[in-house]
């Protein structure tokens, strides 16, 4: 029989974390999973119980989401336009009793390269805070999560916190899922997009993040750039090429191959232009 | 509903014991559980708070069987640790109803609307549902589809569900049961449908004894190997709760199958292993002992040897052998042959090839296989979900080396079957754990489990070849088709028989020349899956049928029609159809949904082209026809009905109701012949101790066949009564406690029932029917009668295609069938629809690889939200021999529908893909190599 520990403190936490070295455990939407057909007996640290660890705040220059946030927390609250992508994302995850349970943190920390919340944070360029006993550090979320089902998190440290740094009230996300049935469906691929635009309707800023397509979400720095000063409207997708998604590498598998993937995450590139120009445009147009 | 010891029941006085525990509330009532904080939530409610109306479909959030509120949220209970509970509120499909029991709207709703088919999922949709009928009063479709998008059903095609939750809100229609004589063609409400709404229902895990002992099955992780199992004793002393280890020389007869002379497959492989998943030995202890023992820490040792990995592998010049006894690893062949070929293909105006591969497919049904034995005296009593106890009887009698008579099977309620529940799984197992060890015995799969080792649809390589002259009319085919039957025989001969029979399509077709053959492979054993192999040979006639029609510029819809079976057209078999042939009814029901689609898809296809946008519409269509039963073999079904002593009537029926509905039909048209209101009838359903045999829940039969000797059962009671009082035909029946009222014009006599003497149990009179389809062996050449009654059918499907994704989407589906007769239209509507659901899979998503999609998330069946709009024209062409010119519907539904959606997609955008399911990458690659991109 495992240890079960519900603290409800960070402090707490992370002491038990250096103490026994447990796994981390939240919605239980990766963990069970993990464990069909036997009863667990991992030593585990339950963060549900902690207090201040859930819910979104407003922290100045940044949107604070709590570690043990979940998804229908995401999809309930009121925010703005800039986080449209990750509420579509929390919407495409699972079904509404993932939704409910599973949390953005341990989509994170789970790390798996087809995790539907990455490619949304990483384009709004989210921090991950890392705690343990004795040290809290800051980490951009694409140096957090390093491989697939690996992340820089160190033994004896827990996420507390994820961090969206705002941007103009112009700002705006959004994100696309390809799924080879609706609800409950493992991406082929997924992109997700944030666009900011001056007076004049010029792109000042864009992020464009591909998941299910290599390792890892990735950014596609190449298109981001050919996008600022552009103005954004329909044309955005005749800029989309193929040596923009160099940063892809994705594989044969079950879902799709990897040719697939690629056109695919293209079209939905495209898409995804065409949608985020047609909201950064919307009330100023 | 005792809460087990684990659990105390925490309500007024706080209990000192429980202090230790999780306490939380249940439905309203406090309670305080003492057990592991990280037990699935499921578990704890199952076992120790015996609340088992929360079902377990896959431990993984992947089914949402599971469902529960969490301080009215919907999560997985599968999910959530016991320790998430404290302090929460828990409600389970037990607290839906009133506290005086009475129904939600919800579940009256269900009830109403035909929404619970096997049960399975009903409490996780109804909680489901229940979580945005509390938020939203008033919800719409798109609102229903989310809040039911993590449940999977198997059976439904969700449509009924949907309607159902959207129903809710208005008030319930009352559930009046018809009068005597009007129970047949009513929409009545199933019979058993209440304990599927309350979560009473019993299920194959659900009746477990708290005193069994648990068996775990250890599997073999290769698809071929040698293994030498060594000393078990220092696993035994290290492992007490661990009592006894069962291998290949434990089993009395070490063989069960199909068929009687093919007993092939062994209940606990004997040093060598066929497949990846096969059963090599069985831990039998306490269940904690057994589940926490890891296969690696066993004493086996295993030699993996090459796999045959495929029919072509198999049938490989020099292949290795899979069954020592079958040389060129073939399990059976066979075929028919009629008219002169060389001829047919002469005069031909166009030919069709078609070449189709299609993948295994598994069930999928949502509860696990499962069930408990227990020996009693010198006999077995098996508790268990199945879809055949007569055949589960006498193969467990068979492997234990005793008389049939020593078995009793006891079916539990059955969470889906759809063939996958014909096989042996864990009775054997159970059976022989019992009687070695003298105590309950049980066993529950786990999904994974269920995945690996149980029975599949048969991967078919089929290449066919149609001729048809410049007027349209077919004038020969050849159709070859080779089936993947894996490690054992299975179902296989089935399957190879069956398809030569129906290759052609339901058809005229003057020279056929049709061929089956089962191979065996070192894959998992390929069974029954709904439809036997034909709904892949229809993918096969039904591409080519499309293709001669265009080659011919005729109508895809007219072609058919103009070819389809007629009263008085000889079969392939040389058999002349006499009756209800209702093909191009059903063809006709379609034209104008067809044409309107077609002017709708052009409308929107040239929009799409002008605009440059990415989608395109299409339309397509499928045929289908189906012989009820077994193919040229006797399959009887024998039924009774008895009166008792307190004028309590009872259908004694060996039918099992797998979801499909016929506990309901047959106490409709039981009353009916009888002559009194069904609701009278109580039901006495697969006990193999207590009822007489109506053959397996298979080949669509127990509406035609089991049904029709319920009809004759009833009406044998009715003769009987009406000899007793001296009364004409025309006399009318009603019962009032133990007196039955008998009137004929004006004459009106009484008889005491308790004043009569008993002839069986506590009935004082008792009706028997029995029912053999007339059918014949077929010779050499397959010519005969292979079966007494055919279903028809044909489905129209519209899609939207994503051209720039390969994506699919079904729009609509229409679906005329020729069912005889609808006993029960809502049931008959339940079937087609479920049936639809199932061939969108087979089209569109569902492909079972061993070792890689052995979970429900990484092998797919639709959601809700991947169901089309569908709607059903029944068609009653009746069937003289059927009861009230019924015919069956089970496997029906399914077959036209891929065809269908694969013409629509071809229509769409001028790619048909030989290849099922039509995955996204596999679509765009065809696209764009015919871009030539």
Known sequence: MGLYLRPQTVEEAVAALAAHAPAVLAGGTDFYPARVGRAPDDDVLDITAIDGLRGIDDDGDYWRIGAATTWRDIIDAPLPPLLDGLKLAAREIGGAQIQNAGTVAGNLCNASPAADGVPALLALDAQVILQSATAARVLPLAKFIIGNRRTALRTGEIMTAILVPKRSSRAVGDFLKLGARRYLVISIAMVAGVMDVDDDGRITSAAIAVGACAEVARRLPALEQALLGRRADGALQDIVAEPQFAPLQPIDDVRGSAAYRLAAAATLTRRLLVTLSRKAAGPHA | MTPHDAAIRHDSAPDLAAASGVRFTVNGASVAVVAPPLKRLAQVLRDDLGLTGTKVGCDAGDCGACTVLL???????CLTPLGQAEGRSVETVEGLAAGDGALSRLQQAFLAHGAAQCGACTPGML???TDLLRRCSAPSRQDVLDAIGGTLCRCTGYQKIVDAVLAAADAPAASASPPAGAAVGARVRRVDGVPRVDGTASYGADAVPADALWLR????????ARFTVGDLTPLRQAHPGLVRVLCAGDVPFNGFGIYPDIKDQPVLADGLVRYRGEAVLALVGTRE?????????LPITWTPLPPIVDIDAARADGAALVQAAKPGNLLIDGGVRRGDMAAAFRQAAAVAEVVVETPFVEHAYIEPEAGWARRVDDRLEITVTTQTPYMDRDEVASVMRLQPTQVRIIPTACGGGFGGKLDQSVQPLVALAAWLLDRPVACVYTRPESMAATTKRHPAHIRARFAATAQGLLAGCEVDAAFDTGAYAS??????????????GPYGVPAVRTWGAAIFTHNPPSGAFRGFGVPQAAIAHEAAMDSLADQLGIDRLEFRHRNALRVGDATATGQVLTHSTGLAACLDALRPGWSRAHEAAARFNAEAQAQGTHRRRGVGIGCMWYGIGNTSMSNPSTMRVGLGRDGTLTLYSGAVDIGQGSNTIMTQIAADALGVEMNRFRLVAGDTDRTADAGKTSASRQTFVSGKAAELAGADLRRQILRLTNAGAEATLALDGAVLTVRDGGTVRRIDLAGLPVIAGDDVLVGVGTFDPPTTPLDADGQGVPYASYAFAAQMAEVEVDIELGTTRVLRIVAAHDVGRAINPM????????????????????????????????YLIPTAGDMPVIETILVEDRDPLGPSGAKGVGEPGLVPTAPAILGAIDHAVGVRLARVPVLPHRLLAALRGKEGR
């Open chain 2, 71 to 77: 301080d009215g949220r919907q999560v997985c209970a």
């Open chain 2, 127 to 129: 909680v489901s549902a």
């Open chain 2, 217 to 224: 099955v250890v599997r073999s992780p290769h698809a071929h």
């Open chain 2, 289 to 297: 002992a057994v589940l926490r023992l890891r296969d690696d820490a």
């Open chain 2, 491 to 504: 179902w296989g001969p089935t399957v190879a028989n069956r398809v030569p029979v129906h290759a052609m």
């Open chain 2, 827 to 858: 049931q008959v509507e339940g079937q087609i629809e479920g049936g639809i659901a199932q061939g969108l899979g087979l089209a569109l998503m569902e492909e079972y690889l061993p070792g890689r999609t052995e979970n429900l998330h990484d």
